[in-house]
């Protein structure tokens, strides 16, 4: 059984500070990894994938690798109370994503 | 179209009815994914197409579920004889091909409530 682990939060950051969303996979095999954002009452958006060891930057989301300690993360620079949200780590072996239930991300202004 | 759409966006439905939720993926997207998401629970999966190959059933919870997909675009998620464990956000997602680096992208959902 392929699992995701994220601790459920809520993690609480003040504005413009960093959060740092971690996540954890079972199956080595996995060879895709996502981050989508998801808001209340809404579906899941993709905001980060990485697929190869070590950081991806996109803006102010960068996602970090280590396949061999089974490990993913995003960090988000300068939060915003906009970044407020349930972040899911998605993890891909062939085809089908294996979800973790989420982190709540709280930014106060 | 410039996403997945979903339809309806809301379905009530008494206990024993049975639903049918509709998908129209990406333009040019060969892969399609069935999810369902319940209240505080994580994406589950159900079912995916990958153009006209046989599809993966392995995530339907009962036989009351099914799918199909016609024309390797449209899909259709059918639930006979729902029941109020069935209540939860029906989510479609598609991906311009399968294999590992397939970057997922959702529609809407619908939201279903068993009654």
């Known amino acids: 059984q392929k699992e995701v682990e994220q601790n459920s939060g809520p993690l609480s950051v003040p504005e413009g500070a960093i959060a740092s969303l971690n996540c954890t996979y079972s199956?080595?095999?996995?060879?895709?990894f996502f981050w989508y954002r998801q808001y209340s009452g809404k579906s899941p958006e993709l905001i980060m994938s990485?697929?190869?060891?070590g950081d991806k930057e996109d803006g102010r989301f960068t996602a970090q690798l280590n396949k061999a300690s089974q490990y993913v993360s995003l960090l988000i620079r300068d939060s915003q109370p906009s970044d407020s949200a349930t972040y899911l780590c998605?993890?891909?072996?062939?085809?089908?994503?294996?979800f973790g239930k989420g982190t709540m991300l709280l930014v106060s202004p | 179209g410039a996403g997945v759409s979903q339809s309806p966006s809301n379905k009530v439905t008494e206990k024993g009815k049975d639903v049918e939720l509709r998908c129209d993926p990406i333009?040019?997207?060969?892969?399609l994914y069935w999810y369902r998401q319940s209240l505080g629970q994580g994406l589950e999966f159900l079912i995916y197409?990958?153009?006209?190959?046989?599809?993966?059933k392995s995530g339907l919870p009962s036989d009351r579920f099914s799918a199909e997909r016609t024309g390797g675009s449209v899909s259709t998620l059918t639930i006979q004889r729902t029941q109020q464990e069935d209540s939860a956000v029906y989510l479609c997602?598609?991906?311009?091909?399968?294999?590992?680096?397939?970057?997922?992208?959702f529609g809407p959902g619908t939201r279903l409530t068993v009654l």
């Open positions: 997602a598609s991906s311009r091909t399968s294999g590992g680096y397939n970057e997922q992208f």
């Open positions: 199956d080595r095999g996995s060879q895709s």
């Open positions: 990485i697929y190869s060891n």
């Open positions: 998605a993890v891909s072996g062939y085809s089908t994503l294996t």
């Open positions: 333009s040019g997207h060969t892969a």
């Open positions: 197409f990958q153009g006209n190959s046989a599809p993966d």
